[in-house]
């Protein structure tokens, strides 16, 4: 099957906040009054599907990359990880860890999966994961 007006590869989408230095964080789209912008995720939950690759002031646009299974990425990661973690969203309720990734921890909740750490990481580090979109994964 054809299809036309797609595209393939990193895309730019206005910010809806300031994104500027956020290279490495994954935000999630979404719109403003109908118009399509991307923000940093505000729930565990939040499918955060693409990677800030430049950074943008608000209303400004910034060049983002979609997670595929297909290609691995960096993500700024929060605590630290090995090899074969599952990768959540960090913390949402501390606004400097919105957009990074931490490994699946141990506290109940519900978080998303988003990724498996393909390196060892320290807090701060551009990771090296894949991304897997293995769904909601509930810790009690």
């Known amino acids: 099957m054809s299809q036309s007006n797609t595209r393939v590869g990193d895309i730019r989408v206005a910010a809806g906040e300031d994104l500027t230095g956020k290279e490495g964080f994954l935000v999630k789209l979404t719109h403003d009054w109908s118009v399509p912008e991307v923000l940093l995720p505000t729930a565990n939950t939040d499918y955060a599907l693409y990677l800030v690759i430049e950074g ?10 979609p997670i595929e299974a297909g290609r ?17 969203l960090a913390d949402v309720a501390t606004a400097e860890d919105k957009g990074k990734v931490r490994a699946l921890p141990a506290d109940p909740g519900t978080y998303r999966a988003l990724a498996i750490a393909e390196e060892a ?11 897997a979109l293995l769904g909601d994964i509930t810790v009690s």
């Open 56 to 65: 943008a002031a608000d209303g400004e646009n910034a060049s983002l990359r």
């Open 72 to 88: 691995n990425i960096r993500v700024k990661l929060d605590g630290t990880c090995d090899p074969g973690d599952v990768l959540v």
């Open 121 to 131: 990481g320290v807090d701060g580090q551009l990771l090296l994961c894949r991304p």
